[in-house]
């Protein structure tokens, strides 16, 4: 298995990492209980997960008497984008927009991502059209 491989979420790290970002920071037991109540998953489960998340340098462990405090070391956002370019790397050249334009469709957008997506496609057209306009004056 390659590094990169290794440093990719399972969908059940996910699950965890999920659970870890909307706490903030908290102890073992409080993500075995909400992990518990959501996937049926014994304290050992969980606490493997939390051991594999740290061997990856997603969250830090601080041992506090004998438990330990964990918290996120890598945002929800900075996990998406990981996730997006290892999408867009393996996509076939050209299929980008085609992709994009589906995935707007399947998620539910506040006003304010669709503002932000607004303002990245007309940073996308100004950046086209600055390019087109330097290799026309060559």
């Known amino acids: 298995m390659s590094e ?4 990719d979420l399972t969908p059940n790290e996910w ?11 908290c102890s073992a037991a409080e993500v075995v209980e ?8 014994a304290p050992t489960t969980v606490k493997t997960y939390l051991s594999i998340l740290v061997d990856k340098g997603r969250l830090s ?13 890598v945002s929800l956002r900075q996990s998406l984008w990981r996730v997006a370019d290892n999408l867009l790397e393996k996509s076939i050249q050209g299929s980008g927009g085609p992709l994009l334009a589906y995935m ?4 539910e957008l506040s006003p304010d991502e669709i503002a932000e997506i607004r303002r990245a496609l007309d940073e996308a057209e100004t950046d086209e059209t600055s390019q087109e306009k330097g290799g026309a004056e060559r």
């Open 61 to 73: 462990a601080k041992k506090i008497g004998n438990s330990f405090l964990y918290r996120p070391r």
């Open 15 to 25: 699950k965890i990492m999920d659970i870890v970002w909307r706490l903030r920071s």
């Open 4 to 7: 990169k491989a290794k440093r």
């Open 34 to 41: 909400i992990a518990s109540e959501r996937h049926g998953w």
């Open 104 to 107: 707007i469709k399947k998620c």
